[in-house]
């Protein structure tokens, strides 16, 4: 019995060991990168104190392999960000829609990118029909995605590639729920320089592909989601 709870202890103290390691190679890491900085220019992080202005807000996965920043080769302070599981915009999402209203009526971005990414947890999970758990009712909108395009994807036999077209296709309606917000809209009625476009990141080879779905006014969306100024009574 000793032997097996000393093995036990040991386990622990290893497992326990990793973690505190792994947590100060972040803050090491942080060190290291302000030096580095520091050396390139040393009044960089005094400039980048003094403000940003992005032209570019990006609305990604929260998978940790797709970093705004690295994959378009950007630095801090050039693209403004909100992550969440499979870039999905969902017009009651209050959390999206605040990033979107300060992107472009404050940062006034230029481009509103949704970037989606071969290989996705999220996408795959709305495949099927197993429970997860409360994201069940997040990945539900990506399962609205599937009802919209099953006559495409039912006939698509790799389940590899059912889900990776099914990745595009959940980029391209999300990227058509943005042209239908306000934000969007009004902001296009004030301004011509705001596109939104829809991308996808292949792990595989780390190169964006243009989905060729940018748009840049809301004659496109159908006729109920084309917002105009008249006034109709609600009877």
């Not at 058509?176 to 009004?186: E, F, G, M, S």
Request: hydrophobic share 35%.
């Amino acid at each position: 019995m000793n032997n097996e709870k000393n093995k036990t202890d040991i386990t622990v103290s290893k497992s326990a060991l990793s973690q505190k390691e792994s947590y100060a190679a972040l803050l090491s890491g942080n060190r290291e990168w302000v030096d580095s900085k520091l050396k390139e220019d040393p009044e960089y992080f005094k400039t980048l104190a003094k403000g940003q202005s992005p032209e570019v807000l990006w609305i990604g996965c929260a998978d940790s392999r797709v970093p705004a920043n690295q994959v378009t080769g950007t630095n801090p302070g050039e693209v403004f960000v909100h992550r969440n599981i499979a870039n999905v915009c969902v017009h009651t999402d209050m959390n999206m829609l605040s990033v979107l209203d300060y992107a472009v009526n404050v940062l006034k971005v230029k481009h509103v990118i949704v970037a989606g990414h071969y290989g996705c947890g999220g996408v795959a999970a709305a495949l099927t029909n197993k429970q997860f758990g409360l994201i069940d009712n997040w990945l539900r909108h990506i399962k609205d995605v599937y009802r919209m395009h099953a006559h495409e994807l039912d006939r698509i036999s790799d389940q590899e590639a059912k889900v990776n077209r099914l990745v595009e296709l959940n980029v391209i309606e999300q990227s058509y729920n943005l042209c239908k917000t306000t934000i969007i809209q009004n902001a296009w009625k004030e301004r011509s320089d705001l596109e939104v476009h829809g991308w996808i990141v292949d792990i595989n080879t780390g190169l964006i592909k243009d989905l060729k779905v940018s748009n840049n006014d809301s004659h496109s969306l159908g006729y109920v989601y084309e917002f105009n100024d008249d006034e109709v009574a609600v009877h």
